[in-house]
């Protein structure tokens, strides 16, 4: 008998019908002779109208609040769709990530899972029962709800594989799996079979919407395998795993664009030791993440200190660094919200050269200006404009050959490369 951790996300519950053919797809993977935990998303669009209607009453809401607000969606889907599996017969129970023995670190919105004591879950499983666990939340130590973090029932679903040493963890979605980049800006894009850990979790925090990036995390660190399929369709989907030898000889495995960056600029610094570390410091102490830096060449023993954030970290680091410019004696500081950050990623490019100039030369093509460059072992980043980004992408995904399989792309590059003789 293998324990199945299934994930369904926001769209595959999104209204009552969805949660019937859920429910079935559920049924049958007990019926077929295995034990199930499944976690639930919120329905559909429920966590951002949640989030509207916090706004429209203010509009900084109170963290431990808006929290408490949040975790009612994937409660309320556990629910349901446990009431589903019963209407079909199936024998199950829901539970809140705190029934369920989750336990999170302190910090609201962004809540790390510490512990998870799945004794309870067990008991029911033991009792040849469904468990349907509310996704994306747990207890904290002041025994307060905390999130995880948008997309964060994927990590509450990793963390139950490893707690419970599922066999699998099935995150199943409304796409068939993970793609070479978003089949909505590409229409070439393909699905993948595998994916190293490393690669996914290049691109999930480089704006691929696939998995939310810290379930990548935890399930690399766990060794738990992931598959991301359809719940539409039964059919396979993406294995991510330990990476191989087989996967570096492909260069790039995937391509993402994140909108959600704005360019934050301290502008007129002076240029002396320990300015960057106190605007550093002060960034790191509000938990606030900061993905690429630019420092631009001194004139005049003062420079332009530019990085980027989250969009919806826009007024927390307004708030963070307005204080500093005056004390680190800066003459201003301005955000750009137009920007978005394009990256490619593979384990390949640890063994092959030549992969920026590439990239730059295919942007260069399309004039498209690079604002910011960032690069790790496997991937490249750039900040364009946000107006560039999908051409960027698919000029990319096309100029590296990611679509089609190599007997078919064949001809076609040869026709490129004599046109340009
Ligand atoms: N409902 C939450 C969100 O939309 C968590 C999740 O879907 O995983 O971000
Ligand atoms: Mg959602």
Same mark, same amino acid.
């Given at each position: 008998?293998?324990?199945?951790?299934?994930?369904?996300?926001?769209?595959?519950?999104?209204?009552?019908?969805?949660?019937?053919?859920?429910?079935?797809?559920?049924?049958?993977?007990?019926?077929?002779?295995?034990?199930?935990?499944?976690?639930?998303?919120?329905?559909?669009?429920?966590?951002?109208? %949640?989030?509207?209607? *916090?706004?429209?009453?203010?509009?900084?809401?109170?963290?431990?609040?808006?929290?408490?607000?949040?975790?009612?969606?994937?409660?309320?889907?556990? *629910?349901?769709?446990?009431?589903?599996?019963?209407?079909?017969?199936?024998?199950?129970?829901?539970?809140?990530?705190?029934?369920?023995?989750?336990?999170?670190?302190?910090?609201? %919105?962004?809540?790390?899972?510490?512990?998870?004591?799945?004794?309870?879950?067990?008991?029911?499983?033991?009792?040849?029962?469904?468990?349907?666990?509310?996704?994306?939340?747990?207890?904290?130590?002041?025994? #307060?709800?905390?999130?995880?973090?948008?997309?964060?029932?994927?990590?509450?679903?990793?963390?139950?594989?490893?707690?419970?040493?599922?066999?699998?963890?099935?995150?199943?979605?409304?796409?068939?799996?993970?793609?070479?980049?978003?089949?909505?800006?590409?229409?070439?894009?393909?699905?993948?079979?595998?994916?190293?850990?490393?690669?996914?979790?290049?691109?999930?925090?480089?704006? *691929?919407?696939?998995?939310?990036?810290?379930?990548?995390?935890?399930?690399?660190?766990?060794?738990?395998?992931?598959?991301?399929?359809?719940?539409?369709?039964?059919?396979?989907?993406?294995?991510?795993?330990?990476? #191989?030898?087989?996967?570096?000889?492909?260069?790039?495995?995937?391509?993402?664009?994140?909108?959600?960056?704005?360019?934050?600029?301290?502008?007129?610094?002076?240029?002396?030791?320990?300015?960057?570390?106190?605007?550093?410091?002060?960034?790191?102490?509000?938990?606030?993440?900061?993905?690429?830096?630019?420092?631009?060449?001194?004139?005049?023993?003062?420079?332009?200190?530019?990085?980027?954030?989250?969009?919806?970290?826009?007024?927390?680091?307004?708030?963070?660094?307005?204080?500093?410019?005056?004390?680190?004696?800066?003459?201003?500081?301005?955000?750009?919200?137009?920007?978005?950050?394009?990256?490619?990623?593979?384990?390949?490019?640890?063994?092959?050269?030549?992969?920026?100039?590439?990239?730059?030369?295919?942007?260069?093509?399309?004039?498209?200006?690079?604002?910011?460059?960032?690069?790790?072992?496997?991937?490249?980043?750039?900040?364009?404009?946000?107006?560039?980004?999908?051409?960027?992408?698919?000029?990319?995904?096309?100029?590296?050959?990611?679509?089609?399989?190599?007997?078919?792309?064949?001809?076609?590059?040869?026709?490129? *490369?004599?046109?340009?003789?």
């Amino acid at each position: 008998m293998a324990l199945y951790v299934q994930k369904y996300g926001g769209s595959s519950v999104a209204d009552a019908e969805c949660m019937r053919r859920v429910a079935k797809r559920i049924y049958d993977t007990q019926r077929a002779g295995n034990q199930v935990v499944v976690v639930v998303s919120a329905m559909g669009d429920t966590t951002d109208d %949640l989030i509207a209607l *916090a706004k429209q009453v203010n509009p900084e809401p109170n963290e431990r609040e808006m929290d408490s607000l949040m975790a009612t969606g994937e409660m309320a889907s556990s *629910a349901v769709l446990t009431m589903a599996l019963h209407a079909l017969g199936a024998k199950a129970i829901s539970m809140t990530g705190h029934q369920a023995g989750i336990r999170v670190d302190g910090t609201h %919105l962004k809540a790390k899972i510490e512990a998870i004591n799945p004794k309870r879950i067990q008991k029911h499983l033991d009792q040849g029962q469904v468990v349907v666990v509310a996704g994306f939340q747990g207890t904290n130590p002041s025994e #307060d709800i905390a999130t995880l973090g948008r997309g964060g029932s994927d990590t509450t679903a990793v963390a139950l594989a490893a707690a419970l040493k599922a066999d699998r963890c099935q995150i199943l979605k409304d796409v068939d799996g993970v793609f070479t980049a978003n089949p909505r800006v590409v229409p070439a894009a393909r699905k993948l079979d595998e994916i190293a850990y490393e690669e996914m979790l290049e691109l999930a925090s480089c704006g *691929a919407e696939v998995l939310q990036s810290r379930a990548v995390e935890f399930a690399k660190n766990y060794g738990v395998v992931l598959e991301v399929l359809s719940s539409f369709v039964v059919k396979p989907g993406t294995l991510v795993r330990e990476e #191989d030898e087989k996967m570096e000889q492909m260069i790039i495995r995937g391509i993402a664009a994140d909108k959600n960056q704005a360019k934050a600029t301290l502008l007129g610094v002076p240029d002396t030791p320990g300015v960057a570390a106190r605007i550093f410091k002060a960034l790191a102490a509000a938990n606030l993440n900061v993905d690429m830096i630019v420092q631009n060449v001194s004139a005049a023993g003062v420079t332009d200190v530019s990085f980027t954030v989250a969009k919806d970290d826009i007024a927390k680091t307004k708030r963070v660094i307005e204080p500093l410019v005056k004390s680190v004696q800066a003459a201003g500081l301005n955000f750009d919200g137009d920007i978005a950050k394009v990256s490619l990623v593979g384990v390949g490019m640890k063994s092959h050269s030549g992969v920026a100039y590439r990239m730059f030369d295919v942007l260069a093509k399309h004039k498209i200006n690079i604002e910011m460059i960032s690069t790790s072992e496997i991937k490249i980043s750039v900040a364009i404009r946000a107006q560039d980004a999908d051409q960027a992408v698919r000029s990319l995904h096309q100029a590296f050959g990611m679509g089609a399989k190599a007997k078919k792309k064949a001809p076609a590059k040869k026709k490129a *490369a004599q046109k340009k003789k």
